[in-house]
Protein backbone atom coordinates (compact mmCIF):
# COMPACT_ATOMS: atom_id res chain seq x y z
CA UNK A 1 0.00 0.00 0.00
CA UNK A 2 2.66 2.78 -0.96
CA UNK A 3 2.37 6.29 0.78
CA UNK A 4 2.94 8.08 -2.41
CA UNK A 5 -0.02 7.37 -4.48
CA UNK A 6 -2.25 7.65 -1.57
CA UNK A 7 -0.82 11.07 -0.39
CA UNK A 8 -0.43 12.56 -4.07
CA UNK A 9 -4.37 11.95 -4.78
CA UNK A 10 -4.76 14.79 -1.55
CA UNK A 11 -2.52 16.99 -3.37
CA UNK A 12 -4.38 19.53 -4.86
CA UNK A 13 -6.57 21.81 -2.41
CA UNK A 14 -9.44 22.17 -4.94
CA UNK A 15 -10.11 18.20 -3.83
CA UNK A 16 -10.21 19.49 -0.20
CA UNK A 17 -13.08 22.08 -1.41
CA UNK A 18 -15.55 19.77 -3.44
CA UNK A 19 -15.26 17.15 -0.48
CA UNK A 20 -16.30 19.42 1.49
CA UNK A 21 -18.90 20.54 -0.53
CA UNK A 22 -20.54 17.44 -0.66
CA UNK A 23 -20.86 17.04 3.02
CA UNK A 24 -24.14 17.15 4.79
CA UNK A 25 -23.63 17.96 8.39
CA UNK A 26 -21.60 20.47 10.47
CA UNK A 27 -18.65 20.49 11.93
CA UNK A 28 -16.55 22.79 14.21
CA UNK A 29 -12.71 24.11 14.68
CA UNK A 30 -12.41 22.99 18.53
CA UNK A 31 -8.45 21.59 19.52
CA UNK A 32 -7.61 18.32 17.92
CA UNK A 33 -7.34 16.52 21.03
CA UNK A 34 -10.95 17.04 21.51
CA UNK A 35 -11.83 17.47 17.70
CA UNK A 36 -10.16 13.57 17.43
CA UNK A 37 -12.93 11.83 19.87
CA UNK A 38 -16.24 13.01 18.06
CA UNK A 39 -17.42 14.41 14.62
CA UNK A 40 -18.73 18.26 14.63
CA UNK A 41 -20.87 20.27 16.62
CA UNK A 42 -23.82 20.85 14.44
CA UNK A 43 -23.53 24.80 15.37
CA UNK A 44 -22.11 26.89 17.79
CA UNK A 45 -25.09 26.23 20.01
CA UNK A 46 -23.57 22.35 20.49
CA UNK A 47 -20.11 23.25 20.38
CA UNK A 48 -17.48 22.13 22.75
CA UNK A 49 -14.31 23.97 24.23
CA UNK A 50 -11.62 22.43 26.52
CA UNK A 51 -12.44 23.36 29.29
CA UNK A 52 -16.46 22.80 29.14
CA UNK A 53 -14.89 19.22 27.78
CA UNK A 54 -12.98 18.11 30.93
CA UNK A 55 -16.26 17.96 33.01
CA UNK A 56 -18.25 16.04 30.56
CA UNK A 57 -21.14 14.71 32.81
CA UNK A 58 -21.27 11.18 33.96
CA UNK A 59 -23.42 8.92 31.97
CA UNK A 60 -26.76 8.23 32.94
CA UNK A 61 -25.98 5.05 35.90
CA UNK A 62 -27.14 1.73 36.46
CA UNK A 63 -27.40 1.07 40.52
CA UNK A 64 -27.99 -2.51 42.06
CA UNK A 65 -27.91 -3.16 45.62
CA UNK A 66 -26.83 -6.57 45.59
CA UNK A 67 -23.06 -7.78 45.11
CA UNK A 68 -24.29 -10.41 42.92
CA UNK A 69 -26.18 -8.73 41.13
CA UNK A 70 -23.33 -5.84 40.53
CA UNK A 71 -20.99 -8.43 39.10
CA UNK A 72 -23.58 -10.43 36.42
CA UNK A 73 -25.48 -7.13 35.26
CA UNK A 74 -21.70 -5.62 34.38
CA UNK A 75 -21.48 -4.50 30.74
CA UNK A 76 -18.64 -5.86 28.36
CA UNK A 77 -17.91 -3.56 25.08
CA UNK A 78 -15.70 -3.98 22.28
CA UNK A 79 -14.52 -1.17 19.95
CA UNK A 80 -12.74 -1.60 16.86
CA UNK A 81 -10.20 0.40 14.89
CA UNK A 82 -7.99 -0.03 11.69
CA UNK A 83 -6.07 3.06 10.95
CA UNK A 84 -4.30 3.67 7.84
CA UNK A 85 -1.45 6.43 7.90
CA UNK A 86 0.95 8.17 5.28
CA UNK A 87 3.13 11.24 5.69
CA UNK A 88 5.25 12.04 2.70
CA UNK A 89 8.06 14.57 3.57
CA UNK A 90 10.27 16.63 1.38
CA UNK A 91 13.02 16.43 3.84
CA UNK A 92 12.75 13.03 5.88
CA UNK A 93 12.04 9.77 5.43
CA UNK A 94 8.63 8.84 4.50
CA UNK A 95 6.02 7.16 7.49
CA UNK A 96 3.79 4.57 6.31
CA UNK A 97 1.31 2.36 9.04
CA UNK A 98 -1.56 -0.03 8.99
CA UNK A 99 -3.21 -1.32 12.05
CA UNK A 100 -5.69 -3.48 13.35
CA UNK A 101 -6.93 -3.05 16.77
CA UNK A 102 -9.21 -1.53 19.51
CA UNK A 103 -10.11 -1.54 23.22
CA UNK A 104 -12.32 -3.84 25.19
CA UNK A 105 -14.09 -2.34 27.87
CA UNK A 106 -15.43 -3.46 31.46
CA UNK A 107 -17.60 -1.91 33.30
CA UNK A 108 -19.79 -2.80 36.44
CA UNK A 109 -22.70 -1.14 36.99
CA UNK A 110 -22.93 0.81 40.73
CA UNK A 111 -23.21 -0.96 44.18
CA UNK A 112 -25.91 1.04 46.40
CA UNK A 113 -25.32 4.10 44.06
CA UNK A 114 -21.69 4.38 45.55
CA UNK A 115 -19.00 2.05 44.09
CA UNK A 116 -18.08 0.80 40.61
CA UNK A 117 -15.29 -0.83 38.86
CA UNK A 118 -13.94 -0.65 35.25
CA UNK A 119 -11.09 -1.88 33.34
CA UNK A 120 -9.74 -1.25 29.51
CA UNK A 121 -7.65 -3.66 27.88
CA UNK A 122 -5.85 -2.15 24.01
CA UNK A 123 -3.99 -3.64 21.35
CA UNK A 124 -3.04 -2.13 18.18
CA UNK A 125 -1.53 -4.97 15.67
CA UNK A 126 0.55 -4.10 12.61
CA UNK A 127 -0.95 -5.21 9.16
CA UNK A 128 1.46 -3.39 6.95
CA UNK A 129 4.63 -1.34 7.99
CA UNK A 130 7.87 -1.21 6.93
CA UNK A 131 10.64 -0.43 8.95
CA UNK A 132 12.26 1.94 7.15
CA UNK A 133 8.87 4.36 7.12
CA UNK A 134 8.25 3.83 11.40
CA UNK A 135 7.32 7.23 13.07
CA UNK A 136 3.11 6.88 12.87
CA UNK A 137 2.86 6.11 16.62
CA UNK A 138 0.04 3.93 15.34
CA UNK A 139 2.71 1.20 17.03
CA UNK A 140 5.54 0.76 19.25
CA UNK A 141 8.70 1.87 17.98
CA UNK A 142 10.12 -0.35 15.40
CA UNK A 143 6.42 -0.88 13.91
CA UNK A 144 5.90 -3.42 16.58
CA UNK A 145 2.48 -4.34 17.66
CA UNK A 146 1.90 -4.03 21.56
CA UNK A 147 -1.25 -4.93 24.01
CA UNK A 148 -1.80 -3.00 27.28
CA UNK A 149 -4.34 -2.57 30.28
CA UNK A 150 -4.38 1.03 30.06
CA UNK A 151 -7.71 1.38 32.52
CA UNK A 152 -8.16 -0.07 35.80
CA UNK A 153 -9.86 1.76 38.12
CA UNK A 154 -12.26 2.33 41.02
CA UNK A 155 -14.77 4.80 41.28
CA UNK A 156 -16.57 6.11 44.48
CA UNK A 157 -19.16 8.19 44.61
CA UNK A 158 -19.18 10.04 48.14
CA UNK A 159 -21.77 13.06 47.48
CA UNK A 160 -24.60 13.24 44.42
CA UNK A 161 -21.80 13.47 41.65
CA UNK A 162 -18.32 14.02 44.10
CA UNK A 163 -16.77 11.06 42.74
CA UNK A 164 -13.46 9.83 43.53
CA UNK A 165 -11.60 7.68 41.06
CA UNK A 166 -8.56 5.64 41.46
CA UNK A 167 -5.39 4.52 39.64
CA UNK A 168 -5.22 3.64 35.83
CA UNK A 169 -7.47 6.22 34.34
CA UNK A 170 -8.09 9.01 31.28
CA UNK A 171 -8.14 12.85 31.63
CA UNK A 172 -10.10 15.30 29.29
CA UNK A 173 -8.14 18.26 30.89
CA UNK A 174 -5.86 21.04 28.97
CA UNK A 175 -2.42 19.83 28.29
CA UNK A 176 -3.39 16.31 30.43
CA UNK A 177 -5.40 14.30 27.92
CA UNK A 178 -5.70 11.10 26.03
CA UNK A 179 -5.03 12.46 22.98
CA UNK A 180 -7.11 10.13 21.06
CA UNK A 181 -5.33 10.31 17.31
CA UNK A 182 -4.03 6.90 17.00
CA UNK A 183 -4.75 3.68 17.88
CA UNK A 184 -4.84 4.22 21.55
CA UNK A 185 -4.78 7.06 23.46
CA UNK A 186 -2.73 8.28 26.71
CA UNK A 187 -3.56 7.28 29.87
CA UNK A 188 -2.67 8.12 33.67
CA UNK A 189 -2.18 6.72 36.79
CA UNK A 190 -4.12 9.10 39.59
CA UNK A 191 -6.74 10.00 41.71
CA UNK A 192 -9.21 12.08 40.97
CA UNK A 193 -11.73 14.28 43.05
CA UNK A 194 -14.61 15.69 40.25
CA UNK A 195 -17.99 17.12 41.76
CA UNK A 196 -20.15 17.52 38.32
CA UNK A 197 -23.29 18.28 40.19
CA UNK A 198 -23.59 21.53 40.36
CA UNK A 199 -25.87 23.58 37.92
CA UNK A 200 -23.00 26.59 38.03
CA UNK A 201 -19.93 25.53 39.64
CA UNK A 202 -17.80 22.46 38.94
CA UNK A 203 -14.57 21.58 39.86
CA UNK A 204 -11.83 18.87 40.20
CA UNK A 205 -9.01 18.03 41.90
CA UNK A 206 -6.18 15.52 40.95
CA UNK A 207 -2.87 14.12 41.96
CA UNK A 208 -1.20 12.39 38.35
CA UNK A 209 2.16 10.28 39.05
CA UNK A 210 2.60 7.94 35.69
CA UNK A 211 1.35 8.33 31.95
CA UNK A 212 1.13 5.77 29.40
CA UNK A 213 1.98 7.30 26.24
CA UNK A 214 0.23 6.95 22.93
CA UNK A 215 2.47 3.71 21.19
CA UNK A 216 3.72 2.23 24.70
CA UNK A 217 2.88 -0.68 26.97
CA UNK A 218 4.24 0.50 30.24
CA UNK A 219 3.55 3.40 32.12
CA UNK A 220 6.15 6.04 33.19
CA UNK A 221 6.82 8.77 34.88
CA UNK A 222 5.33 12.44 34.61
CA UNK A 223 9.00 13.65 34.52
CA UNK A 224 10.28 10.90 32.17
CA UNK A 225 7.56 11.69 29.75
CA UNK A 226 8.66 15.36 29.23
CA UNK A 227 11.94 13.94 27.86
CA UNK A 228 13.79 14.42 31.87
CA UNK A 229 16.42 12.26 32.72
CA UNK A 230 16.04 12.92 36.70
CA UNK A 231 14.07 12.76 39.32
CA UNK A 232 10.29 11.27 39.59
CA UNK A 233 7.80 14.20 40.27
CA UNK A 234 3.94 13.96 40.16
CA UNK A 235 2.01 16.31 38.78
CA UNK A 236 -0.68 18.06 40.85
CA UNK A 237 -3.98 19.66 38.95
CA UNK A 238 -7.18 22.30 40.38
CA UNK A 239 -9.64 23.00 37.79
CA UNK A 240 -12.82 24.49 37.59
CA UNK A 241 -15.41 26.19 35.38
CA UNK A 242 -18.73 28.64 36.08
CA UNK A 243 -21.61 28.72 34.01
CA UNK A 244 -23.37 32.29 34.46
CA UNK A 245 -26.95 32.60 33.61
CA UNK A 246 -26.81 33.57 30.23
CA UNK A 247 -24.86 30.51 29.98
CA UNK A 248 -21.66 32.23 29.15
CA UNK A 249 -18.96 29.96 30.77
CA UNK A 250 -15.19 30.98 32.42
CA UNK A 251 -12.69 28.03 33.32
CA UNK A 252 -9.69 27.69 34.96
CA UNK A 253 -7.39 24.68 35.24
CA UNK A 254 -3.84 24.57 36.99
CA UNK A 255 -1.27 21.91 36.49
CA UNK A 256 1.61 22.05 39.09
CA UNK A 257 5.10 19.67 38.99
CA UNK A 258 7.07 19.79 41.89
CA UNK A 259 10.80 21.29 40.35
CA UNK A 260 9.50 21.04 37.00
CA UNK A 261 6.99 23.41 35.84
CA UNK A 262 3.71 25.10 36.40
CA UNK A 263 0.86 25.47 33.58
CA UNK A 264 -1.96 27.94 34.08
CA UNK A 265 -4.86 27.64 31.86
CA UNK A 266 -8.09 29.66 31.54
CA UNK A 267 -10.76 30.60 28.90
CA UNK A 268 -13.81 32.40 28.32
CA UNK A 269 -16.85 31.38 26.08
CA UNK A 270 -20.64 33.34 25.48
CA UNK A 271 -22.52 32.33 22.73
CA UNK A 272 -25.92 34.35 21.40
CA UNK A 273 -28.95 33.64 18.87
CA UNK A 274 -30.25 36.79 16.90
CA UNK A 275 -34.22 37.07 15.95
CA UNK A 276 -32.73 36.21 12.34
CA UNK A 277 -31.57 32.89 13.17
CA UNK A 278 -27.55 33.52 13.54
CA UNK A 279 -25.98 32.32 16.71
CA UNK A 280 -22.30 33.71 17.35
CA UNK A 281 -20.07 32.28 19.67
CA UNK A 282 -17.01 34.53 20.75
CA UNK A 283 -14.05 32.63 23.24
CA UNK A 284 -10.36 33.53 24.42
CA UNK A 285 -7.96 31.92 25.92
CA UNK A 286 -4.80 32.28 28.03
CA UNK A 287 -2.17 30.04 29.05
CA UNK A 288 1.43 30.68 31.28
CA UNK A 289 3.60 27.79 31.44
CA UNK A 290 7.19 28.43 33.51
CA UNK A 291 9.75 26.64 35.65
CA UNK A 292 9.82 25.95 39.02
CA UNK A 293 11.82 25.07 41.87
CA UNK A 294 15.08 22.78 40.59
CA UNK A 295 13.95 23.58 36.83
CA UNK A 296 14.50 20.00 36.07
CA UNK A 297 13.08 21.19 32.80
CA UNK A 298 15.30 24.49 32.10
CA UNK A 299 14.55 27.58 32.89
CA UNK A 300 11.52 29.19 30.78
CA UNK A 301 8.72 32.09 31.14
CA UNK A 302 6.23 31.79 28.29
CA UNK A 303 2.50 33.01 27.83
CA UNK A 304 -0.08 32.12 25.01
CA UNK A 305 -3.17 33.87 24.20
CA UNK A 306 -5.95 32.90 21.84
CA UNK A 307 -9.53 34.61 20.53
CA UNK A 308 -11.90 32.77 18.58
CA UNK A 309 -15.52 33.95 16.48
CA UNK A 310 -17.69 31.56 15.45
CA UNK A 311 -21.08 31.73 13.25
CA UNK A 312 -23.87 29.19 11.76
CA UNK A 313 -26.65 29.79 10.23
CA UNK A 314 -28.79 27.77 7.77
CA UNK A 315 -26.21 24.89 7.88
CA UNK A 316 -23.20 26.86 7.23
CA UNK A 317 -20.70 27.09 10.01
CA UNK A 318 -17.53 29.34 10.25
CA UNK A 319 -14.99 29.95 12.38
CA UNK A 320 -12.42 32.61 12.45
CA UNK A 321 -9.10 32.17 15.85
CA UNK A 322 -5.96 34.20 16.26
CA UNK A 323 -3.16 32.91 18.92
CA UNK A 324 0.00 34.27 19.83
CA UNK A 325 2.68 32.69 21.43
CA UNK A 326 5.84 35.02 23.28
CA UNK A 327 9.21 34.82 22.46
CA UNK A 328 10.59 33.40 25.12
CA UNK A 329 10.06 29.79 24.61
CA UNK A 330 7.64 27.52 22.60
CA UNK A 331 4.23 25.83 24.66
CA UNK A 332 4.89 22.53 25.87
CA UNK A 333 2.54 19.29 25.53
CA UNK A 334 4.16 16.66 27.20
CA UNK A 335 0.91 15.04 28.44
CA UNK A 336 -1.33 15.74 25.76
CA UNK A 337 -2.93 17.69 23.16
CA UNK A 338 -3.01 21.24 23.16
CA UNK A 339 -6.12 23.21 24.15
CA UNK A 340 -5.24 26.32 21.43
CA UNK A 341 -8.05 27.18 18.96
CA UNK A 342 -5.44 26.84 16.62
CA UNK A 343 -4.29 23.03 17.42
CA UNK A 344 -5.14 21.08 14.41
CA UNK A 345 -4.22 18.12 12.65
CA UNK A 346 -0.11 18.06 12.76
CA UNK A 347 0.95 21.56 14.13
CA UNK A 348 -0.30 23.50 17.29
CA UNK A 349 1.34 26.91 16.36
CA UNK A 350 2.41 27.26 19.11
CA UNK A 351 6.27 28.17 18.29
CA UNK A 352 8.11 30.95 20.58
CA UNK A 353 6.95 33.98 18.84
CA UNK A 354 4.24 32.33 16.85
CA UNK A 355 1.80 34.20 15.85
CA UNK A 356 -1.46 32.13 13.94
CA UNK A 357 -4.77 32.87 12.55
CA UNK A 358 -7.07 30.14 11.49
CA UNK A 359 -9.91 30.03 8.94
CA UNK A 360 -12.57 27.65 9.25
CA UNK A 361 -15.74 26.22 7.32
CA UNK A 362 -18.26 23.55 7.48
CA UNK A 363 -21.75 22.53 6.27
CA UNK A 364 -24.39 20.53 7.14
CA UNK A 365 -26.43 20.84 3.58
CA UNK A 366 -29.67 19.87 5.72
CA UNK A 367 -31.80 21.19 2.81
CA UNK A 368 -30.83 17.08 1.56
CA UNK A 369 -31.88 15.70 4.93
CA UNK A 370 -29.08 13.57 8.12
CA UNK A 371 -27.39 11.06 6.04
CA UNK A 372 -24.18 10.31 8.44
CA UNK A 373 -21.87 12.73 6.89
CA UNK A 374 -19.71 15.66 7.93
CA UNK A 375 -16.57 17.36 6.44
CA UNK A 376 -14.83 20.05 7.16
CA UNK A 377 -11.98 22.37 6.28
CA UNK A 378 -9.25 24.39 8.06
CA UNK A 379 -6.62 26.52 7.37
CA UNK A 380 -4.06 28.47 9.17
CA UNK A 381 -0.94 30.16 8.95
CA UNK A 382 1.55 30.98 11.25
CA UNK A 383 4.65 33.37 11.43
CA UNK A 384 7.49 33.15 13.88
CA UNK A 385 11.30 35.66 13.70
CA UNK A 386 12.89 35.76 11.05
CA UNK A 387 16.33 35.82 13.32
CA UNK A 388 17.36 35.52 16.88
CA UNK A 389 17.44 32.06 19.23
CA UNK A 390 13.82 31.24 18.43
CA UNK A 391 14.08 31.82 14.67
CA UNK A 392 11.89 29.48 12.57
CA UNK A 393 10.47 29.13 9.48
CA UNK A 394 7.31 30.44 8.41
CA UNK A 395 4.33 27.90 8.20
CA UNK A 396 1.00 26.94 6.87
CA UNK A 397 -1.41 23.55 6.81
CA UNK A 398 -4.47 22.79 4.88
CA UNK A 399 -6.63 20.30 6.96
CA UNK A 400 -9.45 18.15 5.57
CA UNK A 401 -11.86 15.69 7.40
CA UNK A 402 -14.63 13.86 5.98
CA UNK A 403 -16.81 11.41 8.25
CA UNK A 404 -19.87 9.05 7.22
CA UNK A 405 -21.67 8.15 11.11
CA UNK A 406 -24.92 7.25 10.52
CA UNK A 407 -26.26 6.85 13.60
CA UNK A 408 -29.30 4.74 13.29
CA UNK A 409 -30.18 1.54 11.57
CA UNK A 410 -27.67 -1.54 11.75
CA UNK A 411 -24.57 0.36 10.36
CA UNK A 412 -25.45 3.03 13.92
CA UNK A 413 -22.05 2.45 15.69
CA UNK A 414 -19.72 2.53 12.21
CA UNK A 415 -17.88 5.67 11.62
CA UNK A 416 -15.39 6.01 8.94
CA UNK A 417 -12.98 8.91 8.75
CA UNK A 418 -10.51 10.56 6.20
CA UNK A 419 -8.32 13.10 7.21
CA UNK A 420 -5.63 14.87 4.65
CA UNK A 421 -3.15 17.79 6.31
CA UNK A 422 -0.91 20.02 3.50
CA UNK A 423 2.51 21.24 5.69
CA UNK A 424 4.26 24.00 3.53
CA UNK A 425 6.78 25.61 5.41
CA UNK A 426 9.29 28.36 4.27
CA UNK A 427 12.78 26.82 3.49
CA UNK A 428 10.57 23.71 1.92
CA UNK A 429 10.35 21.29 4.43
CA UNK A 430 6.56 20.04 3.63
CA UNK A 431 4.56 17.15 4.42
CA UNK A 432 1.22 15.81 3.13
CA UNK A 433 -0.36 13.45 5.83
CA UNK A 434 -3.56 10.91 5.09
CA UNK A 435 -5.68 9.15 8.18
CA UNK A 436 -8.34 6.61 6.75
CA UNK A 437 -9.68 5.07 10.00
CA UNK A 438 -12.49 2.98 10.86
CA UNK A 439 -14.50 2.41 13.85
CA UNK A 440 -16.99 0.12 14.89
CA UNK A 441 -18.50 -0.29 18.68
CA UNK A 442 -20.85 -3.05 19.66
CA UNK A 443 -21.69 -4.54 23.17
CA UNK A 444 -20.19 -8.27 23.97
CA UNK A 445 -22.77 -8.19 27.02
Given at each position: ????N???????????L??L????R????????I????T???????????????F??????????????MLS?????????????G??????????????????????????????L????????????????????????????????D?????????R?????V?R????L???????T?????????????D???????????????M??R??????????????D??D?????????????????????????R??????Y???????????G???????????Q?????Q??????????????????????F???????????????????????????????????????????????????????????????????????????D???????????????L??????????????????????????????????L
Amino acid sequence: MPVSNSLKSLDSPKIALILLLGATRPAYATPEYIQSEQTGAGSVGTSVESGEYAFKPPAPARVFTKLGDMLSESTLNLNLRNFYFGRDRKTQQNIETWAQGGKLDFATPWWKDRLHLGATLHTSQKLYGPADRDGSRLLKPGQKSFTVLDQAYLEARLYRQLSLKVYRQQSNLPYLNGLDTRMIPNTFESVTLFDTSGKRFVYGLAQTWRMKERDADKFISMTKAAGIDGPDRAVSTAAARYTFPNDANIAVVNHYARDFMNIFYTEGNTRTRTRMGMKFQFSTQYANQRSVGDQLGGDFDTRFWGAKLAASHGGLLFTVARTSTTNNAGIRNDWGGDPSYISIIIENFNRAGEDAWLLGLSSDFSYFGDNGFSAFINYARGDTPDNGSNASPDQSELDLTVDYKPGTGLAKELWFRLRGAFVNQDGGNDLREVHLIANYDFSVL
